[in-house]
T-cell receptor
Framework: KQEVTQIPAALSVPEGENLVLNCSFT??????LQWFRQDPGKGLTSLLL?????REQTSGRLNASLDKSSGRSTLYIAASQPGDSATYLC??????????FGAGTQVVVTP | GAVVSQHPSWVICKSGTSVKIECRSL??????MFWYRQFPKQSLMLMAT?????????EQGVEKDKFLINHASLTLSTLTVTSAHPEDSSFYIC???????????FGQGTRLTVV
């Protein structure tokens, strides 16, 4: 059974620092992996989708890497801003298209 | 990215009544829609998967007679919580995608409170 773990559960950094968020999964037979952002009481905003054949994806200040063999993905956010404060969720996607989520990392960026 | 609209964003209902939540894909045709439930400070738990024109597939432990899902068109899926009870109070979120290898986009969520 697939298990998705995100470490740390919470993170607080001063503005300008780079953020490193980790996601690990137990079954490497995933189809894709997707990173999301969730603001309090809101839905999810898709950040990056990494297909299983890819090793990384980049969008602006965001970079996500994927190492299927070791069951890990890392989301990097460069030069963090207070507006980056949110909960970040990773989800592994199986061949049926089902997403299984980690518990998330709550990020606070202080001015 | 694509837009998925969920309505209502919040609803309060009396115990024993039914509540319908709508999920629409606004600018693409969603062959598959997913319904999730999220408890406070917890991650999303998949409730069911619905494909247009066919019956929904429910995850283990989810009561299909309580959570009725209808995916009548490629742009609309509905979740009806029947005979709601206070323990059904939660945040419900829908997701839609065009195909297996494409991004999943999420609605804004619906906060359901049963009193």
């Amino acid at each position: 059974k697939q298990e998705v773990t995100q470490i740390p559960a919470a993170l607080s950094v001063p503005e300008g620092e780079n953020l490193v968020l980790n996601c690990s999964f137990t079954d490497s037979a995933i189809y894709n992996l997707q990173w999301f952002r969730q603001d309090p009481g809101k839905g999810l905003t898709s950040l990056l989708l990494i297909q299983s054949s890819q090793r990384e994806q980049t969008s602006g200040r965001l970079n996500a890497s994927l190492d299927k063999s070791s069951g890990r993905s890392t989301l990097y956010i460069a030069a963090s801003q207070p507006g980056d404060s949110a909960t970040y969720l990773c989800a592994v996607i199986d061949s049926w298209g089902k997403l299984q989520f980690g518990a998330g990392t709550q990020v606070v960026v202080t001015p | 990215g694509a837009v998925v609209s969920q309505h209502p964003s919040w609803v309060i209902c009396k115990s024993g009544t039914s509540v319908k939540i709508e999920c629409r894909s606004l600018d693409f045709q969603a062959t598959t829609m997913f319904w999730y439930r999220q408890f406070p400070k917890q991650s999303l738990m998949l409730m069911a998967t619905s494909n247009e024109g066919s019956k929904a597939t429910y995850e283990q432990g989810v009561e299909k007679d309580k959570f009725l899902i209808n995916h009548a068109s490629l742009t609309l899926s509905t979740l009806t919580v029947t005979s709601a009870h206070p323990e059904d109070s939660s945040f419900y979120i829908c997701s839609a995608r065009l195909a297996v290898n494409t991004e999943a986009f999420f609605g804004q969520g619906t906060r359901l409170t049963v009193v």
